[in-house]
């Protein structure tokens, strides 16, 4: 139990997190990302969440500690280095096979984002990379990215009741240290007509909706890529879907930006 002032005091530690020009849509909605929060972004597979994700971050330039168990080196590295340079992520493997690793390397030698590429790590490794985070930073990350909540590892023996206990983990961890947990999940492929839209709430793989602060469901229909908050806990949300942004999209870029609508739109005419 703690008092009102104390409770004060925590609270003023929920800062925003860096505003991202491509988000404004999203932030005007009132789903802008704090310190402290646990935060799902789900959607269909292949939907672009982890390139997304990843460009976030890289976005908004914080500190991250990135447990990319469902994407290896090759391409987590590729797409850093082309939302930094320009190039294609093709372009970019091609240039690392052909002696240009020293300008790959250039690129992302600025880089906050710190990869951890275990397949299957439960708490305990997610828990072990932050602390061997704070012994070489004396300080924590910004956020936490989970690329996918599927592959952490748990006690339970059926999956439903591991994802139960992973997000009950990453909503302790992001209240007791002030950390914003990012955790990418999968919706239930169950409604094939609207794949190209945000899924509902209701699609979130597990029954585990209760937990996070905030739910984004995403799609990609190139070339844009759409953001729905179907879950804000002091914002609008629309747990139907039905309510998203639009952000226009360059995969093979690993480039998210603003959509910018006709002219004619924006002055309807």
Same mark, same amino acid.
């Given at each position: ?55 976030? %971050?890289?976005?908004?330039? %914080? ?207």
């Amino acid at each position: 139990m703690i008092t009102g002032v104390q409770s004060l005091a925590q609270a003023s530690l929920t800062t925003p997190l860096p505003r991202t020009a491509a988000l404004q849509d999203l932030y005007d909605l009132g789903a802008l990302p704090r310190a402290g929060q646990f935060i799902v972004i789900f959607g269909e597979p292949g939907c672009g969440k982890s390139t997304f994700m990843e460009h976030y %971050v890289n976005d908004m330039d %914080v500190s991250c500690l990135y447990i990319s168990a469902d994407t290896d080196a090759t391409d987590t590295t590729s797409r850093l280095a082309a939302m930094r340079t320009g190039m294609t992520t093709d372009a970019v493997k091609d240039a690392i096979k052909n002696g240009g690793f020293g300008f790959v390397a250039e690129a992302i030698e600025s880089s906050k984002i710190h990869w951890v590429y275990d397949s299957s790590p439960d708490m305990v490794d997610v828990n072990d990379e932050l602390s061997c985070f704070i012994e070489l930073y004396d300080e924590y990350p910004t956020c936490i990215v989970i690329d996918n909540a599927m592959n952490i590892d748990g006690d339970s023996e059926d999956e439903q009741g591991r994802l139960r206990e992973s997000f009950m983990e990453f909503r302790k961890l992001s209240r007791e240290t002030g950390i914003t947990v990012f955790a990418l999940h999968h919706a239930r492929e169950d409604d094939k007509e609207n794949s190209k839209r945000p899924p509902s709430r209701a699609r979130l793989q597990g029954k585990v909706s209760q937990l996070p602060d905030m739910i984004w469901g995403v799609a990609l229909d190139n070339p844009q890529f759409y953001i729905a908050p179907v879950k804000v806990r002091d914002g609008k949300s629309d747990a139907s879907g039905s309510t998203y942004v639009t952000l226009d999209a360059d995969p093979s870029r690993a480039m998210f930006k603003k959509h910018t609508y006709p002219v004619s739109y924006q002055y309807g005419r």
